[in-house]
């Protein structure tokens, strides 16, 4: 059985720190892509980041570009690194995956998804 498991989420205040981990079981993940989309209440869920196989290549949502950092351990555990948090990013961060980076990640791309973990960031 296949479980993406998010942990890391919390309340910060604005312009602080926060570093989401997501440890996948139940196969390997060595040839997927690994991302992290978010949903804040009342909107879509919306792509973060994400990361190839291999580590070597990534992609940021212009809103996060410069201050969200996403990372990869080995096959199946990824890391979000979210520095100078802002109000606007409180939300539920989901990890996820596939085999390959798609052009235009969306969420109906992704086999496999976590329950999320929720992020609050106080003004």
């Known amino acids: 059985q296949v479980q993406l498991v998010e942990s890391g989420g919390g309340l910060v205040q604005a312009g602080g720190s926060l570093r989401l981990s997501c440890a996948a079981s139940?196969?390997?993940?060595?040839?997927?892509?690994m991302a992290w989309f978010r949903q804040a209440p009342g909107k879509e869920r919306e792509f973060v980041s994400i990361?190839?196989?291999?580590?070597?290549?990534t992609r940021y949502a212009d809103s996060v570009e410069g201050r969200f950092t996403i990372s990869r351990d080995g096959a199946n555990t990824v890391y979000l690194q979210m520095n100078s948090l802002k109000s606007e990013d409180t939300a539920v961060y989901y990890c996820?995956?596939?085999?390959?980076?798609?052009?235009?990640?969306?969420?109906?791309?992704?086999?496999?998804w976590g329950q999320g973990t929720q992020v609050t960031v106080s003004s």
């Open positions: 139940g196969r390997t993940f060595s040839n997927y892509a």
């Open positions: 990361v190839n196989w291999s580590g070597t290549f």
């Open positions: 996820t995956a596939r085999p390959m980076v798609p052009r235009n990640p969306k969420p109906g791309d992704f086999d496999y």
